[in-house]
């Protein structure tokens, strides 16, 4: 017999109750807004004030996800989604949900609106991000792959992620300078 309690799953055996680790089973269907939203940008001045309001919920990590990384994200008219940037070894794909967001690459710019979707393949060397020049939030899906040893390239700023043999992230300018 198993039952729900406390987080766990249990299952009464002849010899006792025991717990089966949470990892272990399937979390239940949530509402996606029902996970604690992440705010602001995880880079330093003075790149992060010139980004605006960012809304962000780690879906993947919910779950507990290691394959790839999923995240509802909210930007506020005004706001960019990150600084232009391109992946090594990780694509990424985007899916609009709500409003209207602008695509900017090497290519130009692209108007995205619901149902639209693009994707990013790893190792193409054109930057993206997306910019919220409406007068409403807009709403979206990332869906990553997680890589060891994805590096991401940031072409219009003098900014990388340095990583540590550790595993530890440091933003620094592109010489290796830490901010």
């Known amino acids: 017999m198993w039952k729900y309690e406390s987080g766990n799953i249990i299952q009464k055996a002849r010899h006792g109750i025991y717990a089966v680790k949470w990892e272990n089973v399937v979390k239940p269907a949530i509402d996606a807004m029902a996970i604690r939203p992440e705010s602001g940008h995880s880079v330093p001045e003075p790149f992060s004030s010139t980004l605006g309001a960012y809304e962000g919920r780690s879906l993947g990590d919910h779950f507990g996800l290691t394959q790839f990384g999923a995240a509802l994200e909210i930007l506020e008219p005004g706001s960019q989604s990150a600084l232009r940037h391109w992946h090594t070894r990780s694509d990424e794909l985007v899916l609009m949900l709500e409003g209207e967001l602008v695509l900017k690459t090497d290519d130009g710019e692209t108007l995205l609106k619901p149902s639209m979707c693009v ?9 993206h991000h997306l910019v919220n020049r409406s007068e ?16 991401t390239h940031y072409p219009d700023d003098d900014f990388q992620w340095l990583v540590e043999e550790d595993g530890s992230w440091h933003a620094a300018q592109k010489d290796g300078t830490i901010y």
Request: net charge positive.
């Open 119 to 127: 994707g990013f393949k790893a190792g193409t060397e054109n930057g």
């Open 136 to 151: 409403v939030a807009a709403k979206f899906l990332v869906v990553g792959t997680r890589i060891h040893g994805d590096r």
